[in-house]
Nanobody
Framework: VQLQASGGGLVQPGGSMRLSCAAS???????????IAWFRQAPGKEREWVSS????????NYARSVTGRFTMSRDKAKNTVYLQMISLRPEDTAVYYC?????????????????WGQGTLVTVSS
């Protein structure tokens, strides 16, 4: 399974950005079979959980720091997961990673995910 994250870049505080995570691979079948999550790692800090999606019904949960500003969604026809971010703050600056696991239903723990995208850098600065 390969995960390709994209959509990062430079944005001003208060701005918006949408990240994408496209899943593919010879063993990949459908997003229904995978728990998906977004994590991020800011410079000099540990990786932290951002959001997760329950693979059964697409229910999402978010870290307190992004609740109300970030929205995770999926397009099963495109095998792609999105992270829509609004009202961005300088503290949202980080490399954002998508992760997937076939044996999980839902998790916010990074060590439980087997597949990781390469990361996409989001910089929030004026």
């Amino acid at each position: 399974v390969q995960l390709q994250a994209s959509g990062g870049g430079l944005v001003q505080p208060g701005g918006s950005m949408r990240l994408s995570c496209a899943a593919s691979g010879s063993t990949f079948s459908t997003l229904d079979d995978y728990a998906i999550a977004w994590f991020r790692q800011a410079p000099g800090k540990e990786r932290e959980w951002v959001s997760s999606m329950d693979r059964r019904d697409g229910t999402t949960n978010y870290a307190r720091s992004v609740t109300g500003r970030f929205t995770m969604s999926r397009d099963k026809a495109k095998n792609t997961v999105y992270l829509q971010m609004i009202s961005l703050r300088p503290e949202d600056t980080a490399v954002y990673y998508c992760a997937a696991d076939r044996y999980l239903i839902y998790s916010s723990e990074s060590y439980e995910y087997d597949y990781w995208g390469q990361g996409t850098l989001v910089t929030v600065s004026s």
